[in-house]
Nanobody, 127 residues
């Protein structure tokens, strides 16, 4: 079992960058696939990016492709979301989640497939 804790959110101007981090406790971090979701006010939580257990595969929602990059450092039990060219529509609470992955290269965009969630970190992009 892991407990994700997000950090790195804040206020940034449009066009700027932020790097979110998600540190997860536990000695079996490398067994987990990891994902970032976000939720804007009045909207449902939506998938942003996911990375496989082995770190070789990633998936992104179309609106962030080419701007966001997900990565992981198993030695630090941490997953990152590098966000560049931020837009006001990226404003949301960003959540990290994890779950044990049976397939080393598998990625999932489905919320219900992740049991362990962080509390979220606020990202606000001003125009």
């Amino acid at each position: 079992q892991v407990q994700p804790v997000e950090s790195g959110g804040g206020l940034v101007q449009a066009g700027g960058s932020l790097r979110l981090s998600c540190a997860a406790s536990g000695r079996t971090f490398s067994r987990y696939a990891l994902v970032w979701f976000r939720q804007a006010p009045g909207r449902e939580r939506e998938f942003v990016a996911a990375i496989s257990r082995n770190g070789l595969n990633a998936a992104y929602t179309d609106s962030v492709k080419g701007r966001f990059t997900i990565s992981r450092d198993d030695a630090k039990n941490t997953v990152y979301l590098q966000m560049n060219s931020l837009k006001p529509e990226d404003t949301a609470v960003y959540y990290c989640a994890a779950d044990v992955a049976r397939v080393a290269g598998g990625v999932s965009r489905i919320q219900s497939e992740y049991r362990y969630w962080g509390q979220g970190t606020q990202v606000t992009v001003s125009s």
